[in-house]
């Protein structure tokens, strides 16, 4: 492996800056002379995928940041598998030596171990210790799963029935995993072989088909990298090769491992690897630094005054008022008595507004919402500078949504302000309880509300790639190949999935459709709109509340008035149709197609007529056929011959891979 002569970076010129859609920057990088010793990246040009350098199997990197020192990576999963004669006859300890240069360690704070199998205790062994008697390595963290039969396993439950799950400690090295053998005579018709491996907390769900997991499987796994050779911040910094080179950067001892990291310091922002790399924020282009007066920027900071003639105790987050000359004042005296007047009837007023406020909140449900910690209370005031007209990025029957900032926060937020019918109004309560469950990566968060109105205000994450409508058909003909647009369907039905079947109190949606379907940066796409105004429970059969687009409205719906689970599969059969053909419901083609048959139409004609001609030389005939035989089946006008929603994400997925 090539290396750099020093470990200092003056320059990058010449070196590579991304790989694909990955930015590398330095201490990474790309080719002789443009990395640190242990951070070489290789780019595998016919993927367009960075990897890392001397491992015994590629490992894709998915993310290199320089401001949190952390890495995403694919691991394989390690696994053993039995014969009939209770023998491991095959495995694999999942071991690729990623970290033969000691730069990175898994991160404790992101990443679990999990162990899948019936009867079986895995775990990983980490950081080899010889000398240290009975215990050859420093760390050992794993579980035991255990299996009565075929049906013990759940899925979505990790909890040592067919899958266990354990947090790892900080000082993690590698990916090497072992196994304690147990007889398996009595569960290998159903889970042949054991499987352990690390992942990142929040994108991996126990589904009972990974007792049969696929062993070239990989999984993504978080690492924290640091400057390590076993030096402190105050020992490097004495040492020719101390890495924080840029002016206007610090040193920081890494929280996981030997060693440290760098970054700029305070209102600066860049590469603290790199000459030069840390440079000013200019505070005054951004929102997030407050200034209710004339702002300045400064060298690393920023001043905020008010303008000549005007004054305020606190110009950052109080307005400037004028200064009072010597007539005002006297004037201001002699109506002295006025203003006292006018002093009694504001307390007056505010009392009753304040009153008003409180009964908003009682009647709006306050004092059962105040109970659920996962939903934040906002008062009145501090949505306010948020609901401008200026800020509005939606509206429509459902209400206005706007995007803004909260106080202190520097992620943007979606504030809703839905117009809900009033028969609904005394639910509200209820089912903001109800979508505080529904934690789940592809449905949008609710954040918390504001009571203190007469129609309740919701706070949501903000999704800033808009909707899957928008994206097929308002945006100028942008490119989705097949695997996005497989990757936002399985995805999709996995947050519908997750409403019907995987909480307790399952959930209908009532209103799929692509403008529902919104896709953060990454594209991952996340269910919204089933707040107040949409959000029914199975127990509950509130049929009339139903207010579905027309195009993706079931028909067994308006003829019966009854809305089931059934219902939101058709509406998805109807996205899935859009998605593949990237025409509207509503394009004279595809409202034909479902005024008549599909499956007919298929027939006759061939699926490959239907599909969008910018995708259909990237897949086989045989996908776009199980893609049009799902669609089928979703829009069946017999309810019962539809599939649920889980089957059709379990097979949306198995096509994406």
Known sequence: MASRATPEANTTSGCPGSCGSISIQYPFGIGAGCFRNGFEIICDHVTGTPVLAGTTRPVPVNLLSIRTAEARVMLPVAWECFDFSNTVYASSNGDVHFNRDDVYRISNTHNQVV????????????????????????????????????????????????????????????????FEHYNHTAVLDFSPCDYA???????????????????????????????????????????????????????????????????????????????????????????????????ENTSGSYECKCPRGTHSADPLNIPCSPNFPLAAKIVTGAIGGLFIIAIVVFIFLLGKEKRKMKEFFRKNGGPLIEKVNKIKLYKKEELEPILKTSNRIGQGGFGEVYMGYLRDEIRPVAVKKPRIDVKLANQFANEVIIQSRVLHKNIVNLIGCCLEVDVPILVYEYVPNGSLDKILHESNGMPLDLDLRLQIAAQSAKGL???????????????????????????????????????????????????????YMDPEYVQTGLYTSKSDVYSFGVVLLELITRKKVLDPEINNLLGNSLDTYTKKKGVIELVDPEISAKGTIGMFHSLAEIIVQCLNLDVDLRPEMADVAERLQFLLK
């Open 497 to 551: 999935a997750y409403m019907h079947s995987e909480i307790t109190t399952p959930i209908l949606h009532g209103d799929v459709k692509p403008a529902n379907i919104l896709l953060d940066e990454n594209y991952i796409p996340k269910i919204s709109d089933f707040g107040t105004s949409r959000m029914i429970t199975i127990e509950e059969n509130y049929t009339s509340t139903i207010i579905g687009n027309w195009g």
């Open 115 to 178: 162990i899948i199998g019936c009867n079986t205790l895995g775990y990983t062994q980490s950081q080899r210790s010889e000398g240290n008697g009975y215990y050859p390595y420093a760390y050992y963290t794993g579980c035991m799963s255990f299996c009565n039969s075929s049906d013990s396993a759940v899925d979505g439950a990790c909890a040592g029935v067919g899958c266990c799950h354990v947090d790892i400690p900080p000082g993690l090295t590698n990916n090497n995993m072992a």
């Open 197 to 295: 491996f690390l992942v990142d907390k929040d994108s991996y769900t126990f589904h009972t088909t990974d007792l049969n997991m696929d062993k070239n499987t990989t999984m993504p796994v978080w690492l924290d990298w640091a400057i390590r050779g076993n030096l402190t911040c105050n020992e490097a910094k004495k040492a020719q090769s101390y890495a924080c080179v840029s002016t206007s950067s610090e040193c920081r001892d890494s929280s996981n491992g030997p060693g440290y990291v760098c970054n700029c310091s305070k209102g600066y922002q860049g590469n603290p690897y790199i000459a030069g790399g840390c440079t000013d924020i200019n505070e005054c282009e951004h929102k997030e630094y407050p200034c209710r007066g004339i702002c």
